[in-house]
């Protein structure tokens, strides 16, 4: 099994539409989680972390469910610009690697 | 503040010859790691390092060797390519604190990559 699972999509949606994607993790000792984004050929870049139950930015909102070990990223009013590849990411307590989910794949149409 | 760089970013080897990726932050990052990333199988981790010194297998680390002589710059050696390594590289970097009673992972800082073809 693996650590961390995604829906790879595609999700295509219009603009202004809500999406969430969620993402399932295998570890339940499971302290730190990221969701990141990937625009093509560039590399990740951090779109938010979480701690604790969730954390939200703007039309972004991440939450945490630990008895069912999945995290969830919520994004509202959608843009094209947020047209990328969103990875879950999680990490051990005290682990000293990063479990990468293969992606989900977003594109917003106009 | 460059963040993390990787150099080279594009390169093209024949099997059978090597060479070395550089990875260096300016972060004082104590974790640096190498990635590889091949279509639908997302970043695999090749080899880490928890410090200056310090080097330890990833998921993938086969055909591949690592030094991390200065805290800034963690290298990753091919000493024979193989076709079977024609991927995008990333390097990254992290830190960690702890609190609460449990230990934080934060988040890793990517480097733009490096697109190597094995032919």
């Not at chain 2, 030094?67 to 390519?81: D, H, V």
Request: net charge neutral; hydrophobic share 30%.
């Amino acid at each position: 099994r693996k650590e961390v699972e995604q829906d790879p999509g595609p999700f295509n949606v219009p603009e202004g539409a809500t999406v969430a994607f969620n993402c399932t993790y295998s570890n339940s000792a499971s302290q730190s989680f990221f969701w990141y984004r990937q625009d093509c050929r560039k590399e990740p870049k951090l779109l938010m972390s979480v701690y604790s139950s969730g954390n939200e930015d703007g039309r972004f909102t991440a939450q945490l469910n630990r008895a069912s070990q999945y995290i969830s990223l919520l994004i509202r009013d959608s843009k094209l610009s947020d047209s990328a590849t969103y990875l879950c990411v999680v990490n051990e307590d005290g682990g000293n690697q990063f479990y990468f989910g293969t992606g989900t794949s977003l594109t917003v149409i106009p | 503040n460059a963040g993390v760089t990787q150099t080279p970013k594009f390169r093209v080897l024949k099997t059978g010859q090597s060479m070395t990726l550089l990875c260096a932050q300016d972060m004082n990052h104590e974790y640096m790691y190498w990635y590889r990333q091949d279509p639908g199988m997302g970043l695999r981790l090749i080899h880490y390092s928890v410090g200056e010194g310090t080097t330890a297998k990833g998921e993938v680390p086969d055909g591949y060797n690592v030094s991390r002589l200065k805290k800034q710059n963690f290298l990753l050696g091919l000493e024979s390519a193989a076709p079977s390594q024609t991927s995008v590289y990333f390097c990254a970097s992290s830190y960690k604190e702890i609190a609460g009673g449990h230990t934080l992972s934060y988040e890793q800082y990517f480097g733009p990559g490096t697109r190597l073809t094995v032919t």
